[in-house]
């Protein structure tokens, strides 16, 4: 019997090992919520980790500063208090992505006494905003007045200017009696839609988008429709942002389908060029593909 206690012993031992780790275990749990699953498209999501341990615990927390497929937008402050007989800790974090369709936002990990846990992922529904054809416009703020100190001398100044131009008009007048020439009126030598079909045959021979010029590529897009729109309908489309142009286009016989489609895409131009979003190879080819149609259906609408 006595040369069987320090067996006995030790075996004491390592279940008492093995009950204290199983119970500290079994205090330890991660928690990971949200305060919504869909969003649109660069909307933020508040994302809660809550972490339970032991008290006197050593926790080592989370250190990536990027997510695939989200961005984080704030990071907050980590809080704690006593929880019964261990802690309860606490972080904000605001996120975002820019990504659209169902994204699965990832596990983060947090090690407590050298193991490692992982948060739940959580998907999340990432979608652009729908146009809505039957939108109110926003009512036009009235003109505010100026007072210029310059006013007085902005008489003098068309009268001038007046002067000056009768004086050059004469003078060409003059000028093309005494040559005997006739002044030719320069027009352009294609159409709004010959020109705008081969601007886009011209940018797709380019391939931008794998030269790392993504931006540039849909910068050049954007253009191509707005100055076709400006020549074929007559719209000051150079003028106007996209969403002002969205709205102006919405004034056309075009069906909700493909002005939405039309509309997603001078969208997804704002965010590339003023979000640093860069599309995939499909999204970039299926927005060439849109510009492309809509410029054949706006060549047969009537403004």
Same mark, same amino acid.
């Given at each position: 019997?006595?040369?069987?206690?320090? !067996?006995?012993?030790?075996?004491?031992?390592?279940?008492?090992?093995? $009950?204290?780790?199983?119970?500290?275990?079994?205090?330890?749990?991660?928690?990971? @919520?949200?305060?919504?699953?869909?969003? +649109?498209?660069?909307?933020?999501?508040?994302?809660? +980790?809550? +972490?339970?341990?032991?008290?006197?615990?050593?926790?080592?927390?989370?250190? *990536?500063?990027?997510?695939? !497929? =989200?961005? =984080?937008?704030?990071? &907050?402050?980590?809080?704690? /208090?006593?929880?019964?007989?261990?802690?309860?800790?606490?972080?904000?974090?605001?996120?975002?992505? =820019?990504?659209? &369709?169902? *994204?699965? /936002? %990832?596990? +983060?990990?947090?090690?407590?006494? &050298?193991?490692?846990?992982?948060?739940?992922? #959580?998907? #999340?529904?990432?979608?652009?905003?729908?146009?809505?054809?039957?939108?109110?416009?926003?009512?036009?703020?009235?003109?505010?007045?100026? *007072?210029? %100190?310059?006013?007085?001398?902005?008489?003098?100044?068309?009268?001038?200017?007046?002067?000056?131009?009768?004086?050059?008009?004469?003078? =060409?007048?003059?000028?093309?009696? @005494?040559?005997?020439?006739?002044?030719?009126?320069?027009?352009?030598?294609?159409?709004?839609?010959?020109?705008?079909?081969?601007?886009?045959?011209?940018?797709?021979?380019?391939?931008?988008?794998?030269?790392?010029?993504?931006?540039?590529?849909?910068?050049?897009?954007?253009?191509?429709?707005?100055?076709?729109?400006?020549?074929?309908?007559?719209?000051?489309?150079? $003028?106007?942002?996209?969403?002002?142009? #969205?709205?102006?286009?919405?004034?056309?016989?075009?069906?909700?389908?493909?002005?939405? *489609?039309?509309?997603?895409?001078?969208?997804?131009?704002?965010? $590339?060029?003023?979000?640093?979003?860069?599309?995939?190879?499909?999204?970039?080819?299926?927005?060439?593909?849109?510009? !492309?149609?809509?410029?054949?259906? /706006?060549?047969?609408?009537?403004?």
């Amino acid at each position: 019997m006595r040369r069987n206690l320090p !067996h006995i012993a030790t075996c004491l031992l390592v279940f008492e090992i093995v $009950v204290q780790t199983v119970f500290a275990q079994a205090n330890i749990s991660l928690k990971a @919520t949200v305060n919504r699953n869909k969003i +649109l498209i660069g909307e933020p999501i508040r994302l809660t +980790l809550e +972490l339970k341990t032991p008290a006197g615990a050593d926790i080592s927390w989370f250190t *990536q500063d990027s997510l695939t !497929h =989200f961005e =984080f937008v704030e990071k &907050g402050k980590i809080d704690s /208090l006593a929880d019964g007989d261990g802690r309860m800790f606490r972080q904000d974090i605001l996120v975002t992505s =820019f990504d659209s &369709g169902t *994204q699965i /936002l %990832p596990s +983060l990990p947090i090690t407590v006494n &050298g193991t490692t846990y992982l948060s739940d992922s #959580i998907p #999340i529904q990432v979608s652009f905003a729908k146009a809505n054809p039957n939108a109110d416009y926003n009512d036009i703020k009235d003109i505010v007045d100026v *007072q210029n %100190p310059l006013a007085k001398y902005i008489v003098w100044a068309v009268v001038a200017m007046t002067v000056i131009s009768a004086l050059l008009v004469f003078y =060409f007048i003059r000028k093309k009696k @005494t040559d005997g020439k006739i002044i030719k009126q320069i027009v352009p030598k294609l159409s709004p839609y010959e020109e705008a079909l081969k601007s886009l045959d011209d940018l797709k021979k380019q391939n931008l988008p794998a030269n790392g010029q993504t931006k540039l590529y849909y910068t050049r897009l954007n253009d191509i429709l707005r100055q076709f729109v400006l020549r074929k309908l007559q719209i000051a489309s150079m $003028v106007k942002t996209n969403e002002e142009l #969205i709205m102006q286009l919405r004034q056309l016989n075009i069906s909700p389908d493909e002005f939405s *489609q039309l509309a997603q895409a001078l969208r997804m131009s704002d965010f $590339v060029k003023f979000a640093k979003y860069l599309p995939d190879e499909n999204a970039n080819e299926q927005n060439f593909s849109i510009i !492309h149609s809509s410029v054949e259906l /706006l060549n047969k609408t009537e403004n």
